[in-house]
């Protein structure tokens, strides 16, 4: 079965962090590059991160650079994103998504990839 399941979201206070996973199965995911993107009520989907396969070569938003770490558990066949000194702007629904091997310089754009996952809750708030 061909399967990303993201977990890890919540509610957390500003400048609180949250450790996002990304579970694969049904393929490996280490041929593969996964992406991160967001979406919030009212906002086009936003692509927030991305990690290549063979390389690990990685990319962020301009929004979560310095603030985000993006990472890979081949073992685990498991990405995650580490979000730190979070905001209430980064309130949204978290996606993963499958891409082929590199991320590339168009990683941000949604329709480069081909499997997405279900999506896990952040909600940043006092």
């Known amino acids: 079965q061909l399967q990303l399941v993201e977990s890890g979201g919540g509610l957390v206070q500003p400048g609180g962090s949250l450790r996002l996973s990304c579970a694969a199965s049904g393929f490996t995911l280490d041929y593969y590059a996964i992406g991160w993107f967001r979406q919030a009520p009212g906002k086009e989907r936003e692509g927030v991160s991305c990690?290549?396969?063979?390389?690990?070569?990685?990319y962020y938003a301009d929004s979560v650079k310095g603030r985000f770490t993006i990472s890979r558990d081949n073992a685990k066949n498991t990405v995650y994103l580490q979000m730190n000194n979070l905001k209430p702007e980064d309130t949204a629904v978290y996606y993963c998504?499958?891409?082929?091997?590199?991320?590339?310089?168009?990683?941000?754009?949604?329709?480069?990839?081909?499997?997405w996952g279900q999506g896990t809750q952040v909600t940043v708030s006092s």
């Open positions: 998504a499958r891409k082929s091997r590199f991320c590339g310089g168009y990683y941000y754009r949604s329709d480069n990839y081909d499997y």
């Open positions: 990690v290549s396969s063979s390389s690990g070569s990685t």
